[in-house]
């Protein structure tokens, strides 16, 4: 994927413009165009924008506001993100000598009638009219001369929570923008939950893990992928939320929860609680400061060993059986007063393991590791985000 920037400098009532008239075999020849150009390895697209308008133009930005991302898809070319600038603020002196073409400051009431690419205008028109929140998708068909415009998507107008909207409503879709889901682990389980909880429009969210990704994530978490190993968790998820949902608020926090650090978070702030993390001392440490603060919390208990992913189903902690971790947690919760802990548990007896030999530990517990599948941890992931957001729109 190519990655580019665009940006278009205003002044008074003008906008400052490249006409591409001095390069030999231009695709851009013979066209009015903004300024900007392709990020250079390792260069995020903020750099970017400044290097290039210093480099075309001798200015450098004061004042610049950045409105989305111009997906360009073709038959000839290689797909390319656009990050789309305007800059009301600069300084220095503009070229006269630019080697890839004429500069020039053109009044609004005549760039319409400049030739110019025709996927350019859309985005331009939104810009001009004010828009702040510009996100296309331009698909060209045809090669060659025949190369056209075929369909322009804007991905600010539709309601991508439309279908959404059917089964909640307005005004649970607006509980749910306006909630704060703090996440407990992002793998297997807690992984699934932010994401359906991403999908359903919760608008909040802290994510608590300190692991990275490993290549042994890759058989059942929905972050882990040979291009994400070696990233922290929280990360991986962060980018995948507002993926989803730009408009998100997501918090990380690279570390994990046990009883030492756990005045560093304020339970009150939260909305609701999942604890989707491994180890009994952590569990119930969140358990307890999510009853403390009155907060909604619910718990996954055991999904490694098993192979029904119908078999997950919530319930109240004192209901449960068969499930080992679901009768330690009914033991310690009883000793602490905890009267009522909502879950999401299996009665799947677990399955033996058929590998022969010494199987790696989980890391830091000195436990072997469980055997674990695509299709059960992300079942209980779903089933946790059903609950959270049924009770959410109570």
């Given at each position: ?8 400098i ?21 066209k ?5 150009g ?13 290097r ?14 950045f ?17 789309l ?17 004429e ?16 996927g ?28 056209h ?6 991905l600010d107008?539709?309601d ?6 059917i089964l909640?409503?307005?005004?649970g ?12 682990g992002?793998?297997?389980?807690g992984g ?20 990275r990704?490993?290549?042994?994530n ?25 993926d ?22 304020d339970f ?7 604890d ?6 952590a569990?119930?440490s ?38 080992p971790l ?27 393991s ?6 790696a ?16 941890p ?5 089933v ?6 049924k009770?959410?729109?109570?």
């Amino acid at each position: 994927m190519r990655i580019s920037t665009l940006c278009y400098i205003q002044k008074d009532n003008s906008v400052l413009f490249l006409y591409r008239n001095k390069k030999k075999n231009d695709p851009n020849a013979g066209k009015w165009i903004g300024i900007g150009g392709k990020c250079e390895p390792g260069e995020t697209p903020e750099l970017c924008v400044k290097r290039e308008v210093f480099e075309e133009t001798g200015l450098t930005l004061t004042d610049y506001h950045f409105h989305g991302v111009i997906r360009f898809v073709s038959e000839m070319w290689e797909d390319e993100d656009m990050y789309l600038y305007s800059a009301a603020g600069f300084e220095g002196e503009l070229k006269t000598d630019c080697d890839e073409g004429e500069l020039k400051w053109i009044d609004r009431a005549d760039i319409e009638g400049l030739p110019m690419w025709e996927g350019d205008s859309y985005f331009l028109k939104a810009l001009l009219e004010g828009r702040d929140r510009i996100n296309m998708v331009l698909t060209y068909e045809g090669k060659g001369d025949e190369e056209h415009l075929a369909e322009v998507t804007d991905l600010d107008e539709g309601d991508w929570l439309s279908r959404t909207k059917i089964l909640l409503g307005n005004e649970g879709c607006n509980d749910l923008s306006d909630a704060t889901v703090a996440i407990f682990g992002v793998g297997g389980v807690g992984g699934y939950v932010a994401e359906a909880l991403a999908r359903s429009g919760v608008g909040h969210f802290v994510l608590t893990d300190s692991d990275r990704i490993d290549i042994t994530n890759i058989n059942r978490q929905i972050i882990a992928l040979h291009s994400t190993v070696g990233r922290y968790k929280v990360d991986v998820m962060k980018e995948r939320i507002l993926d989803i949902n730009p408009d998100a608020d997501v918090e990380v926090r690279r570390c994990f929860f046990l009883p030492e650090n756990a005045d560093e978070f304020d339970f009150t702030k939260y909305s609701y609680v999942v604890d989707a993390v491994d180890t009994v001392t952590a569990k119930l440490s969140i358990i307890e400061k999510a009853v403390a603060a009155g907060v909604p919390v619910i718990s996954s208990m055991g999904a490694g060993n098993k192979l029904d992913p119908a078999g997950f189903r919530a319930a109240d902690i004192y209901d449960t059986n068969v499930c080992p971790l679901a009768k330690v947690m009914r033991h310690e919760c009883k000793k602490r007063g905890i009267k009522k802990l909502k879950v999401v548990y299996s009665e799947e007896k677990p399955v033996e393991s058929t590998v022969s030999g010494d199987v790696a530990p989980v890391k830091g517990s000195g436990r072997p590791a469980p055997g674990s599948i695509a299709f059960v941890p992300s079942a209980c992931g779903l089933v946790i985000a059903g609950e959270v957001v049924k009770d959410l729109i109570k």
